[in-house]
């Protein structure tokens, strides 16, 4: 087993810069957190879920898709080196792997994959949530898991890439801490999961009528944050951006919280009111997505209710759901 006491997180990290393009939590000046490059601020790996999607990593809220220049079209440049990208947590871990399977299968997403293909992924686990409370390790899904018992980063490497990258650093003194942390974990409730399990089942038995939509989409003021906060959210518009020399088409994050979401051409609008698209946005988690791929697609990091203003994050919905129309069965 190898660790890294805290004091040396910044050598792991800066040694990794000759290699690859190194992201990771660090606190900004206000003392929020942010994914990073190294240098830019303390490093930040306590304190649980960042406030931004990691995956925007790979999925980022706007990018080139190609540029036309002098009667030549370019293909979106990827990154000079591969991509090292640490502060995962489990969920965020589940989540990646969901857009993993949503950009490969069927149509393949080159320029996702022209950023995800050949990086790395740390996932960040144990007494490090916020608060210092437990997260469960992740146990895999990423090339190394960093797990923090209290006074050390624990590492554990799960592919050879992961294996190579912490050869070097020394092993650390036999311990049961790991298996300690394992443990406190199977004791951990889940709540958040079982409730989000009873809302799918509601949904997909049809038991919520359109009225609660209709009220819960009054709550709605369509500021998209929800959207933008979610790692599983691969909504994406398109927009081109005329320069002297070049036209550039780019790709943004869209939200289906927005009246123009699915607006056609003619005018028709299937997602017209909020109700609508308020229900959207909760049914295609629980209740689309089980049905397409075969597993609910929220993996409750939590970041949509910490950022909703007016409290219909999809734990909110699904909490009054319950309340109301049973737990599904
Ligand atoms: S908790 Fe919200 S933000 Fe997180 S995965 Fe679920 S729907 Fe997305
Ligand atoms: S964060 Fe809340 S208010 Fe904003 S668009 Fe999403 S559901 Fe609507």
């Given at each position: 087993m190898k660790s890294i006491p805290p004091d040396n997180l910044p050598?792991?990290?800066?040694?990794?810069?000759?290699t690859f393009e190194v992201r990771?939590?660090?606190?900004?000046?206000d003392g929020t957190r942010t994914l990073g490059n190294p240098g830019d601020g303390p490093?930040?790996?306590?304190?649980?879920?960042?406030?931004g999607k990691p995956t925007a990593a790979f999925f980022p809220q706007q990018g080139p898709v190609f540029?036309?220049?002098?009667?030549?079209?370019?293909e979106a440049p990827s990154p000079p080196r591969p991509l090292f990208v640490a502060g995962f947590t489990p969920r965020d871990l589940d989540c990646l792997r969901f857009i993993d399977r949503f950009f490969a299968e069927g149509w393949h997403d080159d320029i996702y994959f022209s950023r995800r293909r050949g990086a790395l992924v740390a996932g960040?686990?144990?007494?490090?949530?916020?608060?210092?409370a437990l997260l469960p390790p992740a146990g895999g899904d990423c090339d190394l898991e960093m797990v923090w018992d209290g006074c050390r980063w624990l590492i554990v490497p799960y592919s050879e890439a992961g294996l190579a990258i912490t050869s070097e650093l020394p092993d650390s003194a036999p311990s049961n801490a790991l298996d300690q942390i394992r443990q406190a974990s199977e004791a951990l409730p889940d709540e958040e999961g079982t409730l989000i399990r009873r809302a799918s089942r509601l949904?997909?038995?049809?038991?919520?009528?359109?009225?609660?939509?209709?009220?819960?989409?009054?709550r709605c003021i369509a500021c998209t944050a929800c959207n933008l906060a979610c790692p599983t959210c691969t909504c994406f518009g398109v927009q081109d951006w005329r320069y002297a020399e070049r036209v550039e088409r780019s790709r943004m994050?869209?939200?289906?919280?927005?009246?123009?979401?699915?607006r056609e051409a003619s005018g028709h609008n299937p997602l017209g009111t909020?109700?609508?698209?308020?229900?959207?946005?909760i049914h295609h988690k629980l209740a689309a997505d089980p049905e397409r791929w075969g597993e609910i697609s929220c993996f409750r990091c939590g970041r949509c209710d910490a950022v909703c203003p007016t409290g219909i994050g999809i734990f909110a919905v699904a909490r009054e759901m319950v309340d109301r129309f049973g737990s599904g069965g």
């Open positions: 050598d792991f990290f800066n040694s990794l810069s000759a990771l939590p660090i606190e900004l000046p490093i930040a790996l306590h304190g649980g879920a960042l406030p540029t036309v220049a002098g009667g030549f079209v370019a960040v686990s144990g007494r490090c949530g916020p608060g210092g949904l997909r038995a049809d038991r919520v009528p359109d009225s609660f939509w209709a009220e819960i989409g009054e994050w869209d939200s289906c919280q927005l009246d123009g979401f699915m909020e109700a609508l698209r308020t229900r959207r946005r």
